[in-house]
């Protein structure tokens, strides 16, 4: 493992080797590249021009695709937000670490007593042991007690929200979810509550570039959750310039409301400044001389909501491909291919070992995990190491796939079969011609049932719920009530329980 004395005493290393030799390869900042991930919400597999949008315009992803590699086959672990955010910090899938599902929802909520447990070992932590400065910034939604933050899950700095920008009093269900103004945390502190979302997506953009500068000179892990393009759309005032007038006019009567199926006519915009945000990125790594040394990696959470997954089936919160099948791309000028389309399977998991290893960093070894070390995949030099991949909703395995075949499972038994080579869309069902794949697929699901029953581990919660630790407008703290009506009294921060 690297540790900052290494990389210290390799810089040393090189500069008696170029006073000797007068000839050095080593990069001047250290022999660890810099990785930056940046994580959209809910935007989908074609809502990219590159991946055959025609209702966005994305140049600079593009381009970064161009200078890079496009993966047709990536997945993430979840269709929805909170186990996908899981899978992607702890290289598992969710139903081993107990976050495939919220506490009484299919993701967190506000106040939530339950949350990633501390003992899961990030990417964000694995990094930070190998010497890096780790910063996230934008949407987290693992947990908002404070023992679930990003502080206590290997990130440095943090400046967000603990999760999805529409739980808040503006949500179209408020009257039954009853959601606190919805909180934006500099560390673990409130600067804010109902923050702007019009601004969001700049101002995490700002801060993931100011990151940027002050890190140069040291390996850097930098996690940029985006809220966008989740409902309800947002975009900074600049963008408006595009938006139709008759759009334009409509927002201009929203009052105190939030139209979010009005808003979902922005979306085209939202996505026209999201490419923006990626080439400011792109740009400062150049400005800083970086752009060799740094693999950035751009991709989604889960399948949309307002965009699009065409040709593939199926949205946001679905176990078809497109609930799960989302659009990644990865550069490194000098390292990785330029311009290749990569159609390997690969997942949101993978991306821990694969960038432990290139850290110099070692994975957990005292527990299991589901991703693999795919650098030499996405090198074009082998094959997905996956023998089959699993889609779950919730905590209900519903489909398998292996290679081109992926069967639809329901209470353990066959329900369809589709050959993704020949039908990405998943129209024609051809299990009845076709037994023994589907036998097969079916004792993968089951082996791998069996493999989670016996290896994992615990979700987080909070026996005494932290609530009211949000303030409003007033500076109050912003108290729950539970269903007689009664306030839920403010908990005394006691130690987390599990269960
Ligand atoms: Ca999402």
Same mark, same amino acid.
């Given at each position: 493992?690297?540790?900052?004395?290494?990389?210290?005493?390799?810089?040393? +290393?090189?500069? +008696?080797?170029?006073?000797?030799?007068?000839?050095?390869?080593?990069?001047?900042?250290?022999?660890q590249p810099n990785f930056i991930i940046i994580f959209t919400d809910?935007?989908?597999?074609?809502?990219?021009?590159?991946?055959?949008?025609?209702?966005?315009?994305?140049?600079?992803?593009?381009?970064?695709?161009?200078?890079?590699?496009?993966?047709?086959?990536?997945?993430?672990?979840?269709?929805?937000?909170?186990?996908?955010?899981?899978?992607?910090?702890? /290289?598992?899938?969710?139903?081993?670490?107990?976050?495939?599902?919220?506490?009484?929802?299919?993701?967190?909520?506000?106040?939530?007593?339950?949350?990633?447990?501390?003992?899961?070992?990030?990417?964000?932590?694995?990094?930070?042991?190998?010497?890096?400065?780790?910063?996230?910034?934008?949407?987290?939604?693992?947990?908002?007690?404070?023992?679930?933050?990003?502080?206590?899950?290997?990130?440095?700095?943090?400046?967000?929200?603990?999760?999805?920008?529409? %739980?808040?009093?503006?949500?179209?269900?408020?009257? =039954?979810?009853?959601?606190?103004? &919805?909180?934006? &945390?500099?560390?673990?502190?409130?600067?804010?509550?109902? $923050?702007?979302?019009?601004? =969001?997506?700049? *101002?995490?953009?700002? *801060?993931?570039?100011?990151? %940027?500068?002050?890190?140069?000179?040291?390996?850097?892990?930098?996690?940029?959750?985006?809220?966008?393009?989740?409902?309800?759309?947002?975009?900074?005032?600049?963008?408006?310039?595009?938006?139709?007038?008759?759009?334009?006019?409509?927002?201009?009567?929203?009052?105190?409301?939030?139209?979010? $199926?009005?808003?979902? /006519?922005?979306?085209?915009?939202?996505?026209?400044?999201?490419?923006?945000?990626?080439?400011?990125?792109?740009?400062?790594?150049?400005?800083?001389?970086?752009?060799?040394?740094? =693999?950035?990696?751009?991709?989604?959470?889960?399948?949309?909501?307002?965009?699009?997954?065409?040709?593939?089936?199926?949205?946001?919160? !679905?176990?078809?491909?497109?609930?799960?099948?989302?659009?990644?791309?990865?550069?490194?000028?000098?390292?990785?291919?330029?311009?290749?389309?990569?159609?390997?399977?690969?997942?949101?998991?993978?991306?821990?070992?694969?960038?432990?290893?290139?850290?110099?960093?070692?994975?957990?070894?005292?527990?299991?995990?589901?991703?693999?070390?795919?650098?030499?995949?996405?090198?074009?030099?082998?094959?997905?190491?996956?023998?089959?991949?699993?889609?779950?909703?919730?905590?209900?395995?519903?489909?398998?796939?292996?290679?081109?075949?992926?069967?639809?499972?329901?209470?353990?038994?066959?329900?369809?079969?589709?050959?993704?080579?020949?039908?990405?869309?998943?129209?024609?069902?051809?299990?009845?011609?076709?037994? !023994?794949?589907?036998?097969?697929?079916?004792?993968?699901?089951?082996?791998?049932?069996?493999?989670?029953?016996?290896?994992?581990?615990? +979700?987080?919660?909070?026996?005494?719920?932290?609530?009211?630790?949000?303030?409003?407008?007033?500076?109050?703290?912003?108290?729950?009530?539970?269903?007689?009506?009664?306030?839920?009294?403010?908990?005394?921060?006691?130690?987390?329980?599990?269960?």
């Amino acid at each position: 493992m690297y540790t900052s004395a290494t990389r210290r005493i390799a810089g040393a +290393a090189c500069l +008696a080797a170029l006073l000797a030799l007068s000839a050095c390869h080593q990069p001047p900042e250290s022999e660890q590249p810099n990785f930056i991930i940046i994580f959209t919400d809910d935007q989908g597999y074609a809502d990219l021009s590159s991946y055959g949008g025609q209702h966005v315009s994305t140049p600079s992803i593009d381009r970064m695709a161009a200078e890079g590699v496009r993966l047709t086959n990536f997945y993430v672990a979840a269709p929805l937000c909170s186990p996908s955010r899981a899978a992607l910090l702890t /290289g598992s899938y969710p139903i081993r670490n107990d976050m495939a599902y919220g506490s009484d929802f299919l993701v967190l909520l506000a106040e939530d007593p339950k949350g990633l447990h501390p003992d899961e070992i990030t990417l964000a932590e694995i990094l930070q042991d190998a010497g890096y400065r780790t910063g996230m910034f934008g949407k987290w939604h693992l947990g908002d007690q404070p023992e679930f933050l990003p502080t206590r899950q290997g990130f440095d700095e943090f400046f967000g929200i603990p999760y999805s920008h529409d %739980i808040h009093p503006y949500h179209p269900k408020q009257a =039954l979810m009853n959601f606190p103004p &919805l909180p934006l &945390l500099e560390d673990e502190t409130v600067i804010e509550t109902d $923050p702007d979302a019009d601004r =969001l997506t700049r *101002r995490f953009t700002d *801060r993931a570039i100011g990151f %940027i500068r002050e890190n140069r000179n040291q390996p850097f892990f930098l996690y940029l959750a985006h809220p966008m393009p989740h409902q309800p759309l947002h975009i900074s005032p600049e963008f408006m310039r595009d938006v139709p007038a008759e759009l334009k006019e409509a927002l201009g009567h929203e009052g105190d409301v939030v139209d979010y $199926p009005l808003r979902d /006519g922005l979306f085209r915009q939202v996505m026209k400044e999201l490419d923006g945000t990626v080439q400011d990125i792109l740009d400062t790594l150049r400005e800083l001389n970086l752009d060799h040394n740094t =693999l950035v990696i751009f991709t989604s959470d889960n399948g949309p909501y307002v965009g699009s997954a065409e040709p593939l089936q199926g949205r946001k919160g !679905s176990t078809f491909e497109g609930g799960m099948r989302v659009p990644a791309i990865l550069r490194w000028p000098g390292t990785l291919p330029t311009g290749e389309v990569n159609h390997e399977i690969i997942t949101t998991m993978d991306l821990l070992p694969t960038l432990a290893g290139l850290a110099g960093a070692e994975s957990p070894r005292d527990r299991k995990l589901d991703g693999k070390d795919v650098w030499i995949v996405l090198n074009g030099q082998d094959n997905s190491p996956h023998q089959a991949l699993f889609y779950y909703f919730g905590n209900e395995l519903q489909a398998v796939r292996s290679g081109a075949w992926k069967l639809h499972i329901r209470e353990d038994h066959a329900q369809a079969l589709y050959n993704l080579d020949t039908d990405i869309g998943e129209h024609s069902d051809v299990l009845s011609e076709n037994p !023994s794949v589907a036998q097969r697929l079916l004792r993968y699901a089951r082996e791998f049932k069996a493999d989670v029953a016996d290896n994992s581990r615990p +979700a987080g919660w909070r026996s005494n719920l932290v609530t009211g630790i949000f303030i409003n407008r007033n500076g109050r703290r912003v108290h729950r009530k539970d269903s007689q009506g009664r306030q839920v009294p403010h908990g005394d921060r006691e130690t987390l329980g599990t269960r």
